[in-house]
Every structure is written in C-alpha cells, then in structure tokens.
C-alpha cells in the first residue's frame, strides 16, 4: 500500500550492483525491480551470496548502484550526494546489524544517542528520545551498562533501539537474528513484529531463515544470485 | 554533526588511546619547545642588544657639530651645495637653543682632554673626559666595581679598568684612593696684552697670544696655566663607556662633567676661537642630544638641522640591526621548526593507525548518518586537539629550557663578576604563535589522514573485522 502521499516506501527499478573482480565483471544484484508500501514487513531471503545483503545496503543508501534506480519516498538515491545519502541514512533510514555494532567504549545510552548527535538533534532533546527508544525495547535498567556486559540478545535490543532513536520511516535489518539462539531471534523478532504494527514502520530485513521469515514476515521477496527469484505475500 | 558533539567524540577517541595519543602530543610539545627555545633565545639576544645599546646611549643620541666641522669627516655633506645656511658655532647660546626642542631630554657638551694623572708619587698621560649624570643609567655601569659619582659636581674619578690596571694589579684597592689631575687652565688675556697672565702658586704660566684685532673684551688671547684638581677614585668600569658615541676614543678617567666644565680646561677649539676672533667664548667640538626615545631621533635631527647644525646619529645602523636580528630569528624559527616537522610526522602516523583501528567504527558512524564531512571533521579535531595540547605543553617546556639557560648563563656570569642578563625572553606573542603553529601544522598533519577516513568505503569498512 502506498504511503499517505500516495508514494511508495521503497521503489527499484532494474537495478544493477556489479563489482570488478580483476578482469572478470561479477554481478551481485542483477536488475532487480520491486516496491515495498509504507507499513509493509518484507523479508528478503536467499542463500549466501545472492545479493540480498548489497540489495539491503543499496536500499540503505550505503552503496550506489551501478545502474537502475532506487526510490525512497520517491526520491531518488541514485541521484543523491554523498551528503544527501548522509541525510537519508540518518533521517529516513534505521539499520540494524546481525553483528550489532554497538561502539564496545560507549554505554547503552551513549550509543543509543549517537545517531541524535549526527542528526544534529537538540541536546535537551536527546534524552527523552532516548528513554523512548530504549523503553520500546524494554531495556531501561541497562541504559549505563557497556556492550561488553550485555548479552547478545540485549545487546541486538539496543541496536534496535539505536535504530529507532530517530524516528525513521524505514528499518533495515541485516540477519538480525543471525548470531542469537533461537529462543532470543524469536524475542528480537517479536519485537520487530510489535514495531512494525504500533509505528507502522516499513521493515525489510534480510534473512536466509525461510521459517522465521514465513513466521513473521507480511511478505517474501527471494533473490538468487543477484536476481529476484519470487515476490509473494504471505497468506 | 554539531562542535559540542565533535568535540566529546574526538575527546573520547583521543582517550581511548591514551598511551598513544599522549606520546604524539609529546612528540609535538617537544617540537614546539625546541621551537620556542630557539626563538626565545634569539628574542633574549635581541632584547638584550637593544636594550644594552640604547642604555649606551647609542640609539637616543644626536651628536650636533658645526658644518665647518664635519667636513672634515669626508668632504661635502649630503645636499650641502643646496643648502645655504651658515655654519653655526657650537656655544652655549646653542646648547640652550637645542635643550628647548620637543623631546630633548638634555644637551651636553663633548668635554675630552689630554691629562696627566698623578698616583701614589708616579706620573700616567692618559685621556680624561666629563660624564653627565644620566650616564649613570648607561649600562656600561651596571655592576662595575665601586659606584658613580655621589653628586653632578664631586670630586671623584671613574677609572677605565684598563688604566686602573696601570695605576695597581689590584683594581679593586683604588677604590677610596685620591689621585691628582693634572691639566692645563684656559685663562683669557686682558686687553693689553703686555698684562701677565694670573699666576697661582705651584703652577707655571705657558702663554699663548696674538697680534690681532684687540676688539674683545675678554682680549685678544689666552693663556694655559697648569693646574691640579685632586680627585677620589669611586669606581672602575669593565667597559669604556659610551656615553653617546660622540666621544670617539672617549676618556679613561671619567670625571663629573660639571667639574670638567668648572676647570675651564683649555680645549682645541680654544684656539680656533681665538683665531676667528672670538677669544674667550667658550665652544665646543661637539653636543650631545639626548631625545626621549629611538623613535624620536628622526624628527629631533630634523629640526636640529634646519637650525643650522651638522648632525650624526646611528639610525640607519638601528635599522641594520633590526634587519640582523630578523634574518637571526628567521634562522632559529628554521632550526626549530625542524622538529616540529617530524613531530607532525608523529602525527600522520598515529591518525593513520587510528583509521586502521576504527575502519569498523567508521562504517558504522556512516551507517547511522555521518557524512564524510563528519568522519573528516572527527580526525581534524583528533588532530587539532593533539596540536593545541602539544602547543601549550611545549611553549611550557621552552620556556622552562629558556629559563635553565638563563640560570646557567648566570652561574658563570657570576663566576666572572659579571652582572645577570636574560638571555631567552619568551614574550606573549611567542606564545601565542608557538600555539598557534603548533595547532596550525597538526590540522595539516591531519589533512590526510581525515581525508582518507572520510573516503572509506562504508559496506567495506563494515565487513572489516
């Protein structure tokens, strides 16, 4: 469905990511075309090297395709500066990683609000949106601990967290179960489920789980080497 | 990113690290310290030159003679054929003239004579000369062995430590002693010329008269009668005093200059005088103007040549100094510098490591939003913060090596009997610069490495473990 402008959350059209390798040219994703509505939950799944992830990384802004187009709310990231894409990642975008990249020197909180100091958020502003963002993940009482003293499935709650500090329409999440036991990726995920239904943020989160990701995904798009194999919504 | 936020990011980046960090900052405060060493000395020797030369009376100083006479230092004078105005006598009348020009201090006549020094029943010729009082500020004084004249008109001497060494081996013993001075009085011949010149007892007349135009009150000649002046040795001065550099050879045995003028001392413009016709007025070979300050010296010598003098100052030679000085300062700034290249080197390295250790955290800024500008302003202000401290750090550290050589060299100035001097001045704008620089040659030190952080791949620098 589209957005309340009438636009969708995510367009491509033919898009092409290919990278040199020595002599020989390797396509890792290979004009892919789809849309994402507002709202949507969309697994990508695919094996090891099919080009989800640069899929994910494009969609993020984190990389330029070779060619084709990618629309965010219409606006095109092909097009866009350096700055610009600094913009989109900051502001329209929210990532989350299967290695979780928290910065191990900052505690929960601090790393929590880096992304409000690189979107130039007010400092008296800062911890309110914090507390929200880590309410939302259910992880208060750990705002002053480091990454190192967290487990992993707090810590994959704090980089949520993190991700959701801004705000942003979109959630991008890269395996985000890929290093928790199952027990924990099924917490994370009913977390992501929760978000998805009380924002109604879009979420596309790459996965090479085909049962969790029929368990919680609205929609499945599996790709294959660079190439969109299927594209269908979960009944 | 907004400053408050760069600046707590890279403070806590730099003390991730500190080891590392704190090494390089080192390496710099000790480059900015052989820096501020090395020009605080050359800014010491400058300070110390000026001030020692304007003390001598060198630089504040216009030396007035007659036209007449300093052609006789090197033929016509500059402009001289335009210049139509007549030679001026260098009298009283003149003194007083020159005295109530804008910032004149004092005017005081040349007054150096041959004399014969009586000491302990044996005979010295030397030169003798009067000093004024202000020549007591005259840094050729400082620290001498005795002291300076009590008053403008005692009766006291000041040896040059040359001479003293002639009158005993032990220069300081004179100190107390009375001596003899012997010279020759002018007395001034009544109109008749067949009059005898006054006579005192134990001195003998040596007349010296002439023929001409007996028009003068004070008559047509003089006579020169030997005197005796006795004198008590006050001091002996290391260095042969200036006391303005128009007494070329100057004096040394230096007497009150109120005292020279009182003994009338017959002086070779006596026998010009006379023989212009102008006996018994008194003239002098020269006068010495004191202007406020250096600065004045131009104007001052202006004015007294529009009245009709000849003048001479050292201003143009003021100005070579300067010109030494800087090229001196250049030098050590050079020198200095040197270091402070290599610890900007110290400074690459380190950023350059940084980015090697935080590939993965730079991708991860980038993924939450930094633009390149960011990752580039994070190791500006690493780099920056790493240069203002070092700076501070190293203008301390110069200023203390400053410091230790200033002590050393007056342990051995002491050693010597010499007076203490500052040898390294570290003035405010040194510090301001040293900082300055300091701060300046880091943010460039750290051009590159920024750069190259900005420019990473973020997809790659996210797959870097």
Known sequence: MPDATGSHAIRTEHVMRVYQMGDSQVPAVNGVTITVDAGEFVALLGSSGSGKSTLLNLLAGLDRPTSGAIYAHEKNLAEMSSGELAHHRSHTIGMVFQAFNLLPRMTLEENVELPLRLAEVERAERPARVREAVERVRLTARLSHRPTELSGGEQQRASLARALVNRPTILLADEPTGNLDSHTGDAIMDLLTEINRTLGMTIVMVTHDRARAERYAGRIITMGDGKLISDGVRV | ?465
Do not use: C
Request: proline share 5%; aromatic share 8%; no cysteine.
């Open chain 2, 1 to 465: 990113m907004k400053l408050g936020d760069l600046t707590e990011l890279a403070a806590r980046n730099l003390r991730e690290a500190m080891l590392r960090n704190s090494l390089t900052t080192l390496g710099i405060a000790v480059g900015v310290a052989s820096l501020v060493a090395m020009l605080s000395l050359g800014v010491g020797l400058q300070e110390l030159a000026s001030s020692r030369l304007t003390h001598s009376g060198l630089f504040d100083a216009v030396i007035v003679m007659s036209k007449s006479t300093m052609r006789g230092f090197g033929g016509p004078m500059q402009n001289e054929a335009a210049d139509a105005t007549p030679p001026r006598r260098i009298d009283d009348p003149a003194r007083k003239e020159l005295s109530e020009l804008p910032n004149v201090v004092e005017v005081y006549p040349e007054v150096r004579f041959p004399t014969e020094i009586v000491f302990e029943g044996k005979s010295f010729s030397t030169t003798a000369a009067g000093i004024p009082v202000s020549a007591r500020d005259d840094g050729a004084y400082d620290g001498m062995n005795g002291k300076f004249f009590s008053a403008p008109d005692a009766p006291e001497a000041i040896l040059q430590i040359e001479f003293a060494k002639q009158l005993s081996d032990n220069t300081g013993s004179l100190i107390g002693k009375e001596l003899s001075l012997r010279y020759g009085e002018r007395q001034a011949l009544p109109p008749d010329n067949t009059a005898k010149p006054e006579t005192k007892s134990g001195s003998k007349g040596a007349g010296a008269s002439t023929d001409a135009s007996a028009d003068d009150d004070e008559g047509t000649g003089f006579s020169v009668v030997t005197r005796e002046k006795k004198l008590k040795i006050v001091g002996v001065v290391e260095t042969e005093p200036a006391a303005g550099f128009g007494g070329f050879g100057r004096g040394r045995l230096l007497i009150p200059l109120a005292i020279a003028q009182a003994l009338k001392i017959a002086q070779p413009t006596d026998m010009r005088e006379m023989l212009r016709g102008q006996n018994g007025k008194v003239s002098y070979d020269s006068l010495t103007v004191r202007v406020k300050n250096p600065a004045a010296v131009q104007s001052v010598e202006d004015a007294i040549k529009k009245m009709g003098f000849g003048t001479f100052s050292i201003l143009d030679a003021t100005k070579n100094l300067r010109l030494v000085f800087i090229v001196f300062d250049s030098l050590l700034g050079i020198f200095g510098s040197l270091a402070l290249t290599v610890a900007s080197l110290g400074i690459i390295n380190t950023l350059v490591m940084a980015i090697l250790e935080r590939r993965r955290e730079i991708g991860i800024l980038k993924a939450l939003g930094a633009a390149d500008r960011d990752v580039r302003r994070l190791f500006f202000a690493e780099a920056g913060a790493m240069g203002l401290f070092g700076g501070i750090v190293g203008v301390f550290l110069g200023w203390a090596i400053g410091r230790a050589l200033n002590f050393a060299t007056n342990v051995y100035l002491k050693k010597q009997g010499l007076p203490p001097i500052d040898l390294s001045s570290v003035p405010l704008w040194l510090v301001g610069s040293a900082i300055g620089f300091s701060f300046f040659v880091s943010l460039i030190a750290g051009m590159y490495p920024a750069s190259r952080a900005a420019k990473l791949d973020p997809v790659e620098a996210l797959r870097y473990e």
